[in-house]
């Protein structure tokens, strides 16, 4: 006998399970999760976030200089894609002097025409080099942030 096909998304049917297997966890868990929440709505119309938001800014539009071959890695705070992880060294492997423009993504998105003016590579889980393009302004040289060796 097959199971029916639930019409919730998928790992949502597992929260019903683990909410009728142990309702006081799921009760704190719930509160847990809306304290955060609230939280958060909270920061977002503080005056800590106003500064937060304003030092973001200040940092995104400070310029660097890349070169093929050299290192960088994301600006504190201005990371906007999966890869490279916050830390990670890649290597700029080409700068464009006309930035590719992302018309793919819809108006509403964050990627509808971002300039992506910098391929960067890293290596993969096989150690194989990928590449991407990239805002440059999000990355700074990684030797800087090394004090200037490599370590």
Excluded: H
């Excluded at 030092?55 to 539009?61: D, G, K, V």
């Excluded at 930035?99 to 910098?118: A, F, G, H, I, T």
């Excluded at 080099?129 to 302004?137: I, K």
């Amino acid at each position: 006998m097959t199971t029916p096909k639930s019409p919730l998304p998928e790992g949502l049917m597992d929260a019903v399970l683990f909410a009728t297997r142990d309702p006081e966890a799921f009760k704190t868990l719930s509160e847990t999760v809306q304290a955060q929440l609230g939280q958060r709505v909270d920061f977002v119309k503080s005056r800590a976030y106003a500064e937060l938001l304003v030092q973001r800014f200040q940092e995104f539009c400070l310029p660097n200089e890349f070169a093929p071959g050299g290192l960088a890695y994301w600006k504190p705070g201005l990371k906007n894609k999966r890869l490279p992880e916050y830390g990670q060294p890649v290597i700029v492997i080409a700068v464009l002097e006309t930035p590719v423009l992302d018309n793919e993504s819809k108006p509403s998105s964050q990627y509808y025409r971002e300039p992506l003016d910098m391929q960067i590579g890293l290596l993969d889980r096989d150690n194989e080099l990928v590449a991407y393009f990239v805002d440059s302004r999000r990355f700074a040289p990684y030797a800087a942030a090394v004090g200037g060796e490599l370590q």
